[in-house]
């Protein structure tokens, strides 16, 4: 499979995951009040790294065998408007809680692989890197919907009906 086409099926896979998540349990959603609605913004990543903790403290968490280390050792890159253009770049912040690992590591590949094209601004990313990045998630989200949400068999093929 083609690096485009896995990018855009684990797109498609957040996006159904972070709705069952939010559908699951009603208190992961992000509401902005607004003109007199309460409009979904997202998912309430603290909420579920809450959630995660009171299941699997992270300090004693076995990361090496769970196929999302990647998320503890390594963090996403983000475009940075750098002298008029556009770069890679990154914080390097210490992921040391269920917190940071959902918000500055899963929140951040979701926004770089939507929002970043890697395939013409060079930088540190390879193919390598994106597609262990895109391993990583999918054992995050199995290992959330399975062992928080007691749903292995969470992804249901989208539907439309008239």
Known sequence: MCI???ISKFMIKISKFE???INENIE????????????LAGVRWEKLAALIEQKHRFSVFDFKSSGFVFFKETSPQYLVKDNGSLKWDSDEVTIDSWSKLLTRSFAQLRNNIA???KAHILAPFTRQRTEEFIDAGNALVDFIAKDIFSQADWEMPIEFQN
């Open 28 to 39: 992961l959603a992000h509401i902005q009040h607004k003109d007199g609605l309460q409009k």
């Open 115 to 117: 929002h970043g094209n």
């Open 4 to 6: 485009e086409d896995k």
């Open 19 to 21: 709705f069952f998540m």
